[in-house]
């Protein structure tokens, strides 16, 4: 029996538009056709998958009529039905029409601010009908190349104004969403806003409902930004605002590549599946990526089968990690605890402060202490190349 065959209690998803991507980029034309998303649910379960998410227009069409939205509302639930599968997320498309060239929530054309809200109740709707409990909002069109028209000022506020708007829309509905808001650094706009994990955390903080609204962090977004993102996830982690979660992989300092989970940063990758497993998340483990374009339909399944066997071996070398004496001997050596000290730091009173002040530290040993990181990162690569 393969230990790294995905079952849906493992909690994978895949959004539509992610094996549904047709190869296409900014040079070439896509090179696999569209795929019905009945076929999409049908092999994504036969692969182990628990779940799938879509936007609005990867399940109907933006010029859909409502009959044919109902037929496809049908089709799709039936489908959902007769493989077992369920939607835990839904979103919005508010970047691929030019409608939202310039923006949605934070456009400078209050016509496109109220088309977008309109088109996210709708989503928000037609996610509801499919059971859908996390919502996300990545503001792809939501940034600027040009600063002169003043957007970056006022966006701020009007997307801010959107979210407490859908807050309300979901309380009133009895929807019961939980929103989850995506940064990114940038692509497709030049500057999109709120572009790290901490900017959104913090414009969390400024909403009406902020017990609400979490962060929905991708690897590759922080990854493409040079940053680390099993640190992203760990403050969003720390904040209680992990409500959803996008995995992939990235080359730093690219455009945005999606890669294959694991297929670039195995160390980070090997963290951020550390975090997922022992901090308690037990949402949805998403894949937001794409094969690659030189890719025909087999290996758009090889690429989804790989993303999931990735996260699953990792898992085992996490089991391996925790299990390691060695290393975990390594860890507690490492960790220094002094409950005297760490009680003189933790809650301020002036008696501490002035014992405190009055102590005498030896710099030197303090200084001359043996970390001993260069080999407990050995270890951990050993443990990662599969020999330990
Ligand atoms: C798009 C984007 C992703 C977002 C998706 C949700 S769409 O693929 O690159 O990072 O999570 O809107
Ligand atoms: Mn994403
Ligand atoms: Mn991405």
Not at 367 to 378: I, T, Y
Request: aromatic share 10%.
């Amino acid at each position: 029996m393969d230990a790294y065959l995905p079952k849906p209690e493992d909690k994978f998803t895949f959004g539509l538009w992610t094996v549904g991507n047709p190869g296409r980029d900014p040079f070439g034309e896509p090179t696999r056709s569209r795929m019905d998303p009945v076929h999409t649910v049908r092999k994504l379960s036969e692969l182990g998958a628990w779940g799938v998410n879509f936007h609005d227009n990867d399940l109907v069409p933006i010029d859909a009529s409502t009959a044919e939205r109902d037929r496809i509302v049908a089709d799709f639930k039936k489908a959902l039905g007769d493989h077992n599968m369920v939607v835990p997320m839904a979103t919005t498309n508010l970047f691929g029409d030019p409608a939202f060239k310039d923006g949605a929530f934070t456009s400078a054309d209050s016509r496109v601010r109220a088309y977008a809200l309109q088109k996210t109740m709708q989503a928000m709707d037609l996610g509801a009908e499919f059971g859908a409990k996390t919502y996300v909002f990545w503001g792809g069109r939501e940034g600027a190349e040009v600063d002169a028209g003043g957007v970056m000022n006022d966006g701020l506020k009007r997307f801010r104004d959107a979210i407490n708007f859908l807050c309300d829309y979901n309380h009133d509905q009895g929807y019961g969403y939980r929103f989850a808001l995506e940064p990114k650094p940038n692509e497709p706009r030049g500057d999109l806003f709120l572009p790290t994990a901490g900017a959104m955390l913090g414009f969390i903080a400024t909403l009406d409902q902020p017990d609400m609204v979490g962060v929905n962090p991708e690897f590759a977004h922080d990854t493409m930004a040079g940053l680390n993102f099993a640190h992203a996830l760990a403050q969003i982690i720390d904040a209680g605002k992990l409500f959803h979660v996008d995995l992939n992989d990235q080359k730093m300092g690219r455009f945005d590549q999606d890669l294959r989970f694991g297929a670039e940063n195995l160390k980070t990758a090997f963290f951020t599946v550390k975090l997922l497993e022992e901090s308690g998340y037990d949402g949805p483990r998403h894949f937001d990526a794409h094969a690659l374009r030189t890719e025909d339909e087999d290996g758009v399944w090889a690429f989804a089968a790989g993303c999931m066997r990735t996260y699953l071996i990792l898992k085992d070398k996490v089991a391996r990690f925790a299990a390691d004496t060695e290393i975990q001997d390594m860890i507690r050596a490492y960790t220094v605890t002094e409950p005297d000290l760490d009680g003189l730091g933790q809650g301020y009173s002036a008696d501490k402060a002035a014992r405190l002040k009055s102590m005498t530290f030896d710099r030197h040993a303090l200084g001359s202490r043996r970390v001993d990181l260069e080999r407990l990162d050995q270890l951990t690569v050993e443990i990662l190349m599969g020999v330990r």
